[in-house]
């Protein structure tokens, strides 16, 4: 198996797949060799993961920067076999910086996992699932429409085994749903989900300062299919998720891991309307004028948007609601009858006879207000769960044990794609089930992108019909070569 991505993300990932006694990591491709340029969400956090995953409390004593690269892969997964697997004997680890030359020279290769930025997902998933090769890839499938779209119908025509990182099964939504069943809140009508994200910097204009490349780092490669422009450390490492062109805003870095079961358990197609509101800002122009920003380059600071969905089956009409950057929807009268407000992050099932208030992954899920859950509960051996809490980044809202099953429960990569590979199920986050989160959640960055705008989706004909200009944003401008095959 090869990686291809090795920053900070990778590296929290990586214990999965060293651990797993069906996996053998001979490859690591990445754009930076041994870099000083990462950010970290707490101070040598990564670094501590590194150390007690090999169990080394020294390792890289002294050096102050974030790890990430391909030397650093290539030094933890030889460093983990040589101590954790050493009757394996396994040879050592091959580094790239172009996955291109990793999929022509490694010819024994069977399977890929992807964690580079938002990006370049779909390149690099096509290109190896059209070399055969079976694909892991991290959220967002693809951060234009028509790339998720070619990634999911690649896998169809090669038949490859695929996994999609955020997916899981909602053990809170399935509950959640049974009780919808039992007539609990009457007919389900929305659903809102809301997050705290982004929790990384996000800027209002496009950088105009110039420093120089990084030593080892080679920009253009990091670019991929995105047209040429000056570097900038703005765009890279992690800050790559608020721009249009690199990144999927907080919708598409936190969003696809509470909503894929919603799409799943309730059966959602994509969307056939999206709208959404976006943050304003404005700036001090010429003269001592002010005058608002207007761009299509970054994400907003905040926004919300909404998701309308076709009835289906026995499932009437459904509409789902996206929040971040601090925004929440209004406090519902059942919540206000019990003297308390939303949790910053969380998940509201709204039905025409009440409401359903849980976790920001369904987890943890009860009827409001208590009263009314407490006559619910009886005769129905439902314990009461923990309350919830407000969920802050880096701190984990802590559940009693004999609950921990009513939250996302996720299998990890190195588990059940491995036994899809070897003859297994489809996991259940097989790429054939990700098209309409991957429509709906790029729709909603073109919205965004567009000040607001509604749109009308046809995801028979791929095509928005109300802004035909809008067209545009299903797909990028492409340096040449770099195109996917099979874009059209």
């Not at 099953?405 to 036994?419: H, I, K, L, Q």
Request: proline share 8%.
């Amino acid at each position: 198996m090869a990686h291809v991505g090795f920053g900070t993300e990778a590296i929290r990932e990586v214990a999965s797949l060293l651990e797993n006694p069906s996996v053998h990591l001979t490859a690591v491709c990445d754009v930076e060799k041994d870099g000083v340029n990462y950010l970290e969400w707490t101070p040598n956090g990564v670094r501590d993961d590194i150390r007690r995953m090999l169990d080394e409390p020294n390792w890289r004593e002294g050096k102050d920067w974030v790890p990430g690269g391909r030397d650093v892969g290539k030094e933890i997964i030889e460093t983990y076999y040589a101590k954790k697997r050493a009757t394996d004997k396994f040879s050592c680890v091959n580094t790239y910086i172009d996955f291109r030359e990793l999929l022509e020279k490694e010819k024994d290769l069977d399977g890929v996992k992807v964690m580079t930025p938002d990006h370049l997902h779909a390149v690099v998933a096509i290109a190896a699932m059209n070399k055969g090769k079976h694909v892991v890839v991290a959220k967002p499938m693809a951060n234009r429409l028509n790339e998720g779209r070619l990634v999911i119908e690649t896998a169809r025509r090669t038949k490859v085994k695929t996994h999609y990182m955020p997916a899981s099964i909602s053990l809170g939504l399935r509950l959640a749903a049974e009780w919808i069943m039992e007539g609990a809140i009457g007919t389900l009508r929305q659903i809102h989900n809301w997050s705290t994200r982004p929790v990384w910097p996000q800027y209002l204009t496009l950088p105009t300062d110039r420093p120089p490349i990084p030593k080892d780092f080679d920009w253009t490669l990091w670019l991929g299919p995105v047209p040429d422009r000056p570097y900038s450390p703005w765009f890279t490492h992690t800050t790559f998720r608020g721009w249009y062109d690199f990144g999927g805003g907080a919708i598409n870095d936190m969003g696809i891991y509470s909503n894929w079961p919603v799409f799943q358990t309730f059966n959602l197609d994509a969307p056939f309307c999206v709208e959404s509101t976006i943050s304003s800002a404005c700036q001090v122009v010429e003269h001592h004028a002010v005058s608002r920003i207007r761009n299509d380059y970054s994400f907003p600071l905040a926004s919300t948007a909404r998701m309308r969905f076709r009835e289906k089956g026995d499932r009437p009409a459904l509409d789902l609601f996206w929040y971040d950057g601090g925004m929440k929807p209004p406090t519902p009268d059942e919540l206000l009858a019990d003297d308390r407000s939303l949790p910053n992050e969380g998940m509201l099932l709204i039905g025409d006879k009440g409401n359903i208030l849980a976790g920001f992954e369904c987890d943890n899920p009860r009827i409001i207000p208590e009263s009314k859950f407490a006559e619910f509960r009886k005769g129905r051996n439902i314990a009461a769960p923990p309350p919830l809490q407000d969920v802050r980044f880096g701190a984990a809202t802590k559940v009693r044990p004999e609950l921990r099953g009513t939250g996302p429960a996720r299998s990890n990569d190195a588990t059940s794609w491995v036994e899809a590979v070897k003859g297994g199920p489809p996991t259940y986050g097989d790429f054939l089930l990700a098209r309409p989160i991957t429509e709906a959640f790029n729709l909603v960055a073109i919205s965004y992108r567009l000040g607001g705008q509604k749109l009308l989706w046809d995801s028979a004909a791929g095509k928005i019909t109300n802004i035909e200009d809008a067209n545009k944003y299903l797909d990028r401008e492409y340096r040449p070569g770099w195109k996917p095959e099979g874009l059209v």
